[in-house]
């Protein structure tokens, strides 16, 4: 087993052309971490894996892995391994010959590396599954041998590019279970790429919240759901109403006087399962009319247009909407408890 | 019923055309190869004897291993000089655009017909033709070079320069197939360029060279002008056996010898596809 190692990127840049893809971001990934790369399409995560991976090669920085400085190595001399977006498995080759690849570039024996390929479908459970063809699997089966021919390398970090994107949502949620207990098993770290919030919160040690070409926030996803370090990942997270703050401070955006807002801050966030909703003529300091109730089993998204505001939402647990439901339409009195009210500079 | 009679109806036009101009043919020829002939005319009859004379002619050996010899040569050359303007199109070629503009390059010599192709190499390569001429200037050689023209190597230029294509299209368009992302995935497995290619590119791109190899094979299998043209008479192929026999009206001995060759590519195609199964990998 590989040792596990820490990664450290250092003011990492990658320029195409005139268009910079990731614009001089630092960040340190401890061992045995997992790391997601969170954030909208163009935003530069997937550059930023493929840096690590060595795939693209760094228009400035340094990629360390270790001790050692990794930028310019050839991918297979850098003790990462990679798993692609679609899988990439090789449709000629049997599961077997595709999890034993790089032993056959390196020149292991045949019986060897069978035997060592063999091992690995074993520890992923497709050892029934040896002599098909990658597209006599499924899904989640193509994920199992991608997970195998990757780590068959020993590597000190896996890296996964939208490993879930290609299966269906039922699969979509076990495999993150199964990525996730693979990697603790492991113990090396896991850095992930995704655009979806829910897989970075579900799994993830370190978020990383990318936009940009720039690391707008890397936390704990908890840090990063609670204190959100910027307006766009208060949006991205979801979850948030992003409220703008008059200037001058004391006011929100539009005029209306709150107390304990925030002096400096341009923004508040406040979480939308933190929002209270009640009858119009209740003693909170906004008023706003309902523009939409969606029903979402557990709760309730009740979306709210107050003047003035960008339009909000709030998240009602199922009991206490039906309780005493609103319709769309109807006015309501809207306001939230200081200690949840986040500033955003 | 209806739909029994109408899937028939619809199959009807090819069946027609196959029977037409495919099976009435070459049932014409079988049939023709069995008739007796003397120097003037053929007559119905059911004989071996064009079969016989066939086989028991040293010539004919000489001759299907003389084919055999250029279908081989001209498909080794092809081979490489497919797949490698092939690879140089899909993998070097970024845009979509030079892609297609490179491509109709390639067809370029197919805008004239094959004799007019064929016979421009006469003045290049003769006695006194232009490379004869520019290397004797040069001083490389003293006399001019004999093998260029009337030659087996006139021949197999010939070929290479009518049939390469014929190997770049199917080849190409296995290749342009190929997912980029296994080619990386080759290189994150530590696979050098080579290996790359041995590995991942030629497995890859099986079905296209199986089409192309069909398509050489098959057509310098059977061509006469081209040998005859370009070897000045000095070679001879099944081809030109046949037409040489028709010329004298021997018209079941040439149908003997048709039936003999349509064989004899049909069990080399059939040797090609039992290596790669082409309808599997399409």
Redesign the interface.
């Given at each position: 087993m590989a040792k596990a190692a820490d990664i450290e990127l250092v003011a990492l840049t990658k320029r195409y052309g005139t268009v910079t893809a990731v614009d001089g971001i630092a960040l340190r990934i401890p061992a045995g971490t997992y790391c997601c790369l969170l954030g909208p399409s163009g935003c530069g995560k997937t550059s930023t894996l493929r840096m690590i991976?060595?795939?693209e090669i760094a228009s400035e920085g340094d990629v360390l892995l270790g001790a050692e400085n990794i930028t310019e190595l050839?991918?297979?001399?850098r003790g990462t391994?990679?798993m692609?977006?679609?899988y990439?498995?090789?449709?000629?080759l049997s599961c077997l010959d595709n999890v034993a690849?790089?032993l056959?570039?390196?020149g292991v024996s045949k019986a060897e590396r069978r035997m060592r390929a063999a091992a690995m479908l074993e520890r992923v459970e497709m050892t029934a599954y040896a002599d098909r063809l990658p597209a006599q699997l499924s899904g989640g089966q193509q994920q199992r041998v991608a997970l195998a021919?990757?780590l068959i390398?020993d590597p000190a970090v896996l890296l996964l590019d939208e490993p879930l994107s290609a299966l269906d949502p039922f699969l979509r949620v076990r495999m993150r279970e199964e990525l996730k207990d693979l990697q603790t098993r492991l113990g090396i770290s896991f850095v992930h790429v995704t655009h979806s919030q829910d897989e970075a919160m579900a799994l993830a040690d370190l978020v990383v919240v990318m936009n940009k070409g720039r690391i707008e926030q890397a936390a704990t996803a908890r840090e990063v759901f609670n204190h959100p370090a910027t307006t766009f990942v208060a949006r991205f997270i979801g979850g948030h109403n992003v409220i703008a703050l008059a200037a001058g401070g004391g006011r929100l955006g539009n005029g209306v006087a709150m107390p304990a807002l925030p002096g400096a801050a341009r923004h508040v966030a406040v979480r939308a399962d933190k929002m209270i909703v009640a009858k119009p003529g209740a003693a909170l300091p906004l008023n706003g009319t309902v523009r939409s109730v969606e029903y979402l089993g557990a709760t309730v998204a009740v979306g709210l247009a107050v003047d003035g505001l960008d339009p909000l939402s709030a998240v009602l647990p199922e009991a206490a909407f039906f309780a005493d439901p609103v319709h769309p339409g109807d006015g309501v009195a809207l306001g939230w408890k200081a200690e949840d009210m986040h500033a955003i500079t | 019923m209806t739909n029994r009679w109408s899937g028939l109806l619809l199959a009807s036009p090819l069946a027609l055309i196959l029977a037409l101009f495919l099976i009435v043919p070459i049932g014409t020829i079988v049939v023709v190869s069995f008739f007796d002939y003397d120097s003037v005319r053929m007559f119905p009859a059911f004989v071996w004897t064009n079969y016989e004379e066939l086989f028991l002619s040293p010539i004919t050996w000489k001759t299907y291993f003389q084919t055999l010899q250029f279908a081989a040569i001209t498909w080794a050359i092809c081979l490489i000089v497919g797949f490698t303007v092939a690879y140089f199109l899909a993998f070097h070629i970024a845009s979509p655009l030079m892609q297609t503009a490179l491509f109709l390059v390639c067809t370029i010599p197919f805008w004239t017909s094959n004799v007019i192709r064929m016979i421009s190499w006469i003045p290049f390569l003769g006695r006194n033709g232009l490379l004869n001429q520019a290397l004797m200037g040069m001083g490389a050689i003293n006399e001019p070079l004999e093998f260029l023209l009337f030659s087996n190597f006139a021949v197999i230029l010939a070929y290479v320069h009518l049939y390469a294509l014929f190997m770049v299209v199917p080849i190409f368009n296995s290749m342009v197939r190929i997912?980029r992302?296994?080619i990386?995935?080759?290189?994150?497995?530590?696979?050098?360029e080579w290996?790359v290619l041995r590995?991942?590119v030629i497995?890859?791109a099986r079905p296209g060279i199986m089409i192309g190899s069909i398509l050489v094979v098959a057509v310098v299998m059977g061509d006469f002008v081209t040998v005859r043209l370009m070897s000045g008479g000095q070679s001879a192929s099944v081809g030109l056996m046949m037409v040489n026999a028709m010329s004298l009206l021997q018209y079941p001995a040439a149908a003997a010898n048709a039936v003999v060759l349509l064989i004899v590519v049909l069990l080399m195609i059939a040797a090609m596809l039992r290596i790669v199964d082409i309808r599997k990998e399409l």
């Amino acid at each position: 087993m590989a040792k596990a190692a820490d990664i450290e990127l250092v003011a990492l840049t990658k320029r195409y052309g005139t268009v910079t893809a990731v614009d001089g971001i630092a960040l340190r990934i401890p061992a045995g971490t997992y790391c997601c790369l969170l954030g909208p399409s163009g935003c530069g995560k997937t550059s930023t894996l493929r840096m690590i991976a060595g795939h693209e090669i760094a228009s400035e920085g340094d990629v360390l892995l270790g001790a050692e400085n990794i930028t310019e190595l050839p991918p297979a001399k850098r003790g990462t391994a990679m798993m692609f977006q679609s899988y990439a498995l090789f449709p000629h080759l049997s599961c077997l010959d595709n999890v034993a690849f790089s032993l056959k570039m390196r020149g292991v024996s045949k019986a060897e590396r069978r035997m060592r390929a063999a091992a690995m479908l074993e520890r992923v459970e497709m050892t029934a599954y040896a002599d098909r063809l990658p597209a006599q699997l499924s899904g989640g089966q193509q994920q199992r041998v991608a997970l195998a021919r990757a780590l068959i390398t020993d590597p000190a970090v896996l890296l996964l590019d939208e490993p879930l994107s290609a299966l269906d949502p039922f699969l979509r949620v076990r495999m993150r279970e199964e990525l996730k207990d693979l990697q603790t098993r492991l113990g090396i770290s896991f850095v992930h790429v995704t655009h979806s919030q829910d897989e970075a919160m579900a799994l993830a040690d370190l978020v990383v919240v990318m936009n940009k070409g720039r690391i707008e926030q890397a936390a704990t996803a908890r840090e990063v759901f609670n204190h959100p370090a910027t307006t766009f990942v208060a949006r991205f997270i979801g979850g948030h109403n992003v409220i703008a703050l008059a200037a001058g401070g004391g006011r929100l955006g539009n005029g209306v006087a709150m107390p304990a807002l925030p002096g400096a801050a341009r923004h508040v966030a406040v979480r939308a399962d933190k929002m209270i909703v009640a009858k119009p003529g209740a003693a909170l300091p906004l008023n706003g009319t309902v523009r939409s109730v969606e029903y979402l089993g557990a709760t309730v998204a009740v979306g709210l247009a107050v003047d003035g505001l960008d339009p909000l939402s709030a998240v009602l647990p199922e009991a206490a909407f039906f309780a005493d439901p609103v319709h769309p339409g109807d006015g309501v009195a809207l306001g939230w408890k200081a200690e949840d009210m986040h500033a955003i500079t | 019923m209806t739909n029994r009679w109408s899937g028939l109806l619809l199959a009807s036009p090819l069946a027609l055309i196959l029977a037409l101009f495919l099976i009435v043919p070459i049932g014409t020829i079988v049939v023709v190869s069995f008739f007796d002939y003397d120097s003037v005319r053929m007559f119905p009859a059911f004989v071996w004897t064009n079969y016989e004379e066939l086989f028991l002619s040293p010539i004919t050996w000489k001759t299907y291993f003389q084919t055999l010899q250029f279908a081989a040569i001209t498909w080794a050359i092809c081979l490489i000089v497919g797949f490698t303007v092939a690879y140089f199109l899909a993998f070097h070629i970024a845009s979509p655009l030079m892609q297609t503009a490179l491509f109709l390059v390639c067809t370029i010599p197919f805008w004239t017909s094959n004799v007019i192709r064929m016979i421009s190499w006469i003045p290049f390569l003769g006695r006194n033709g232009l490379l004869n001429q520019a290397l004797m200037g040069m001083g490389a050689i003293n006399e001019p070079l004999e093998f260029l023209l009337f030659s087996n190597f006139a021949v197999i230029l010939a070929y290479v320069h009518l049939y390469a294509l014929f190997m770049v299209v199917p080849i190409f368009n296995s290749m342009v197939r190929i997912d980029r992302a296994l080619i990386e995935a080759a290189r994150d497995a530590g696979a050098t360029e080579w290996q790359v290619l041995r590995n991942v590119v030629i497995p890859l791109a099986r079905p296209g060279i199986m089409i192309g190899s069909i398509l050489v094979v098959a057509v310098v299998m059977g061509d006469f002008v081209t040998v005859r043209l370009m070897s000045g008479g000095q070679s001879a192929s099944v081809g030109l056996m046949m037409v040489n026999a028709m010329s004298l009206l021997q018209y079941p001995a040439a149908a003997a010898n048709a039936v003999v060759l349509l064989i004899v590519v049909l069990l080399m195609i059939a040797a090609m596809l039992r290596i790669v199964d082409i309808r599997k990998e399409l």
